[in-house]
T-cell receptor, first 115, second 112 residues
Framework: KAGVTQTPRYLIKTRGQQVTLSCSPISGHRSVSWYQQTPGQGLQFLFEYFSETQRNKGNFPGRFSGRQFSNSRSEMNVSTLELGDSALYLCASSPQTSGGTETQYFGPGTRLLVL | AQSVTQLGSHVSVSEGALVLLRCNYS??????LFWYVQYPNQGLQLLLKYTSAATLVKGINGFEAEFKKSETSFHLTKPSAHMSDAAEYFC??????????FGKGTRLSVIA
């Protein structure tokens, strides 16, 4: 089976712009979670989507949003980019909803640099 | 709420030496615990997980971890370090249907 894929892998934007990142989960997986990874804050949960519905949301401002499509592919959008949004954005998929004993399978990430 | 503390942001060992990466957790309900590894420019890969079936959990690449409720710990060990083990290691906790909460990570260096 193909793993979790994320596009693009690298992105450079300027402050104030918006960006959309894409994640394709492992075939058959219905849950997609997004994480932000930075040297200072580590790995922080952004949100989770399951069957096109947002199931959980982390403590991030409303500039961060996401959605999931009927084929389980997910996108996350960040509007009005700030310098502090520079990070590695990781997507993870799991067969069922995350949490409990469910294993999450991570993609390689999209590295976003905001100038 | 759950939390994870990884003691030591950087651990350095000699090739062939014991690897010990420390993880302590806090959870108000019985936790599920995970260790993930991240190689440079890659995503995270599951090493092992504790699901309450057995306190000693064996994972991939010769790693294992022991769940100790009395110490609220889930330390990761490997008897003999290999150069290929150099990476960043993350401990994570989940309880109920809550999202994974990760520790800050420990970077493991292996010296030849």
């Amino acid at each position: 089976k193909a793993g979790v894929t994320q596009t693009p892998r690298y992105l450079i934007k300027t402050r104030g712009q918006q960006v959309t990142l894409s994640c394709s989960p492992i075939s058959g997986h219905r849950s997609v979670s997004w994480y932000q990874q930075t040297p200072g804050q580590g790995l922080q949960f952004l949100f989770e989507y399951f069957s096109e519905t947002q199931r959980n949301k982390g403590n991030f401002p409303g500039r961060f949003s996401g959605r999931q499509f009927s084929n389980s592919r997910s996108e996350m959008n960040v509007s009005t980019l700030e310098l502090g949004d520079s990070a590695l954005y990781l997507c993870a998929s799991s067969p069922q909803t995350s949490g409990g004993t469910e294993t999450q399978y991570f993609g390689p990430g999209t590295r976003l640099l905001v100038l | 709420a759950q939390s994870v503390t990884q003691l030591g942001s950087h651990v350095s060992v000699s090739e062939g030496a014991l690897v010990l990466l420390r993880c302590n957790y806090s959870s108000s309900v019985p936790p599920y615990l995970f260790w993930y590894v991240q190689y440079p420019n890659q995503g995270l890969q599951l090493l092992l997980k504790y699901t309450s079936a057995a306190t000693l959990v064996k994972g991939i690449n010769g790693f294992e971890a022991e769940f100790k409720k009395s110490e609220t710990s889930f330390h990761l060990t490997k008897p003999s370090a290999h150069m290929s083990d150099a990476a960043e290691y993350f401990c994570a906790v989940s309880a109920g249907n809550t999202p994974l909460v990760f520790g800050k990570g420990t970077r493991l260096s292996v010296i030849a």
